[in-house]
């Protein structure tokens, strides 16, 4: 059975957790593009992404991130590194994009807990190490990501 994480207590440094893969389509660059009016032609134009260095249309890095931090939350109620009594989003540093993400391309999250930092009797930070890899198992992106989240009530 999968750990269930309601509080911070219940988070020890070193957890690991994986999330299911998602494929990401046309669809999800043309959406993404036009809900953020990023239309760079990199992701666009299939004329002037093939005169690119990458050969082709890539995904939006956004996106790709967007996406890739949100998979953890399939893992389900009982698994997913988000516990029951997350309060706010702390932040995130070190974003890094290292491979280009391509239509067809599947992602998955892989997350590592690296810190629990105690802020006071009711709550704390859990700060967690995200890696987006591909079907390939290339990185195309890195960050920490930082929760703040609330204790066992005593």
Not at 7 to 36: C, H, Q, W
Not at 41 to 47: G, I, S
Not at 81 to 100: C, D, H, N, Q, W
Request: with cysteine; proline share 5%.
């Amino acid at each position: 059975m999968a750990t269930e994480y309601l509080y911070l207590d219940d988070y020890k440094v070193g957890d690991r957790m994986v999330s299911p893969a998602r494929t990401i389509t046309e669809s999800d660059i043309v959406n993404f593009a036009a809900l953020t009016g990023d239309w760079h032609p990199l992701h666009t134009d299939v004329e002037y992404a093939a005169r690119t260095p990458f050969k082709g249309r890539i995904a939006h890095g956004m996106l790709v991130l967007s996406i890739g931090l949100s998979l953890p939350f399939r893992l389900g109620q009982y698994s997913s590194y988000l516990p029951k009594s997350f309060i706010a989003f702390y932040g995130m540093e070190g974003v890094r994009f290292t491979a280009p993400t391509r239509i067809g391309d599947t992602i998955r999250c892989e997350v590592e807990v690296i810190e629990i930092t105690d802020k006071g009797k009711d709550a704390g930070v859990l700060t967690v190490r995200n890696r987006i890899v591909n079907q390939k198992d290339e990185t195309a992106a890195t960050f920490v990501m930082k929760l703040f989240c609330g204790k066992r009530p005593a």
